[in-house]
């Protein structure tokens, strides 16, 4: 991200290429932004609830804690340069802020709130982001009867899933000075028509450098795996229902787990983490649907585990990550040794991604140009996958976010939290950890025509996981 200095001397925020990924592959059945969801405990307020009027100016008085929020995407014709951030001069607070209620009681109607504001495209011409607070959430498992939700959406383009936890830090702080967070991208004197022009052949310079410079890195890195430094992830996996074309329907789960408990297996199995457990809860749930259905391949499932590259590589990116390739071993039957298995795989990931090879093809790949991105993305939703396999990955498992107790808006405090996660040409069924204090959530979105019966599937990641001795909670 650019630094204080850039944010007080720039104008124009040049979008890295994995930036602009996220504007070119978005689709109205795969939309690319984060909704990061706060459940707040405002049942004591009775109904001296916040309204739109006070939200407004709550996240007014924090503006300029996260300058983002104020700016824009510019973009050229045919994409001669990288799209930008600019100030959005026209910015009205009042086009990104939302207060409503929460018709009828119980999960479903929540539910059915949270999943059109995840499916709904943001408009780039405008600031990337909206907030919805949902009031009279009532009859809800685990939550305060009269409790509210805060939906923080923000466009991928411009934050990663820490990215967008530090700007809903800022909106859930009671301070309303502090150091403002860094602009995403590059900060640049703003350019004309013609500035980008002109600029053409020094891009392509650079690209053609760069793929110079990666085929090498690729022979180093083939050369690791042959001397046996690090194991490449298998290239196809079994094609599952998760892996076709998308349709529009959306279907949202919400499983709540203790904290000490999941800690408590943690030890119990011992060399394991956190993430690893989940994982498995997320393997043992998806083999068993897949038993029940008559459709569980004979050859291991995988996960994309987005793993943060911050402190590995400095980057002007606001997505700073490598997607990890997982092996979910849904081949092994006995979870506790499932476990273990897919904590091999978790840590052979991470030592090859962290290999030098690997760490400096992704400078390599920011040096592409955007029409060659644009281009790229035209063509990847034009092209007809293989009848019975997948690249790399079945689905996605997004590492936890864990936050420290204390984050409030007004005098309502949050007490849990729930990550929408995307849904990608190909991945219809997405999964995102997320933790504060000792509630730990793992949210679950599925195409509805690949699992028409989310709330079944939540029930066997709650299975999954008393099998190891512990017990969850789904939202209902």
Same mark, same amino acid.
């Given at each position: ?28 059945? !795969?939309?690319? @932004? ?5 459940? /707040?405990?405002?049942? %004591? ?13 709550? $996240? ?20 001669? =340069? ?55 959430? *009532?009859? +809800? ?5 009269? @409790?509210?939700?805060?939906?923080? #959406? ?7 899933? $820490? ?26 004197? %703003? ?19 760069? #793929?110079? *410079?990666? !085929? ?47 800690? =408590? ?11 690893? +457990? ?31 590259? *911050? ?27 499932? &476990?273990?298995? $897919?904590?091999?795989? +978790? ?33 990847? %939703? ?19 976010? *864990? ?18 996660? &995307?849904?990608? %040409? ?7 950890? @997320? ?6 959530? /793992?949210?679950?979105? @599925? ?28 939202? #209902?």
């Amino acid at each position: 991200m650019a630094d204080r200095a850039d944010t007080e001397a720039g104008g124009c925020y040049s979008l890295s290429a994995l930036d602009t990924a996220f504007v070119y592959h978005e689709t109205d059945q !795969a939309t690319q @932004a984060t909704v990061n969801v706060y459940f /707040l405990d405002t049942a %004591r307020l009775g109904d001296d609830q916040m309204s739109r009027p006070e939200l407004c100016r709550w $996240i007014g008085d924090r503006l300029a804690q996260a300058p983002i929020l104020t700016h824009r995407l510019r973009r050229w014709p045919f994409e001669i =340069d990288s799209p930008a951030w600019v100030l959005a001069t026209d910015f009205d607070l009042g086009e990104h802020v939302f207060v409503s209620e929460v018709k009828g009681n119980g999960w479903e109607p929540l539910r059915g709130r949270l999943a059109g504001i995840a499916a709904r495209r943001l408009d780039l011409g405008k600031a990337p982001w909206e907030v919805h607070l949902l009031h009279g959430i *009532r009859g +809800v498992d685990g939550l305060p009867d009269g @409790a509210s939700a805060l939906a923080v #959406k923000i466009h991928h383009s411009a934050c990663d899933g $820490i990215g967008g936890a530090d700007v809903a830090r800022v909106l859930l702080d009671s301070r309303v000075e502090g150091d403002p967070l860094g602009m995403p991208g590059v900060g640049t004197a %703003r350019r004309s028509l013609r500035n980008a022009l002109t600029s053409v052949p020094h891009q392509w310079r650079d690209y053609t450098e760069a #793929k110079k *410079r990666l !085929a090498k890195l690729r022979v180093d890195a083939q050369a690791a795996v042959e001397a046996g430094e690090v194991v490449a992830p298998q290239p196809t996996r079994p094609r599952t229902r998760f892996n076709g074309k998308l349709s529009s329907g959306r279907g949202i789960a919400v499983v709540t787990f203790d904290m000490a408990e999941v800690r =408590d297996v943690r030890t119990a199995v011992g060399d394991v983490t956190v993430n690893d +457990v989940m994982l498995a809860v997320v393997a043992g749930a998806l083999r068993e649907y897949l038993i029940k259905e008559r459709e569980l391949p004979e050859d291991s499932l995988a996960a994309m585990v987005p793993k943060s590259m *911050r402190g590995l590589r400095s980057s002007g990116s606001a997505n700073n990550f490598t997607p990890m390739i997982v092996d979910l071993h849904t081949d092994v039957e006995d979870p506790v040794l499932r &476990l273990k298995a $897919i904590n091999d795989s +978790v840590r052979s990931e991470k030592a090859r991604k962290e290999l030098s090879p690997f760490v400096e093809s992704m400078d390599c790949a920011a040096a592409t140009p955007a029409w060659v991105a644009r281009s790229a993305a035209w063509l990847e %939703r034009r092209s007809r996958p293989a009848a019975t396999t997948v690249q790399l990955s079945n689905t996605t498992v997004s590492n936890y976010m *864990r936050e420290a107790p204390g984050l409030a808006l007004g005098d309502a405090t949050v007490v849990a939290i729930s990550c929408l996660p &995307l849904l990608d %040409r190909g991945m219809a069924l997405s999964h995102m950890i @997320a933790s504060i204090g000792e509630s730990l959530t /793992l949210t679950v979105s @599925a195409d509805l025509a690949a699992m028409p019966d989310v709330d079944r599937y939540a029930g066997l990641l709650a299975d999954a996981f008393a099998q190891f001795g512990g017990s969850a909670e789904v939202l #209902k």
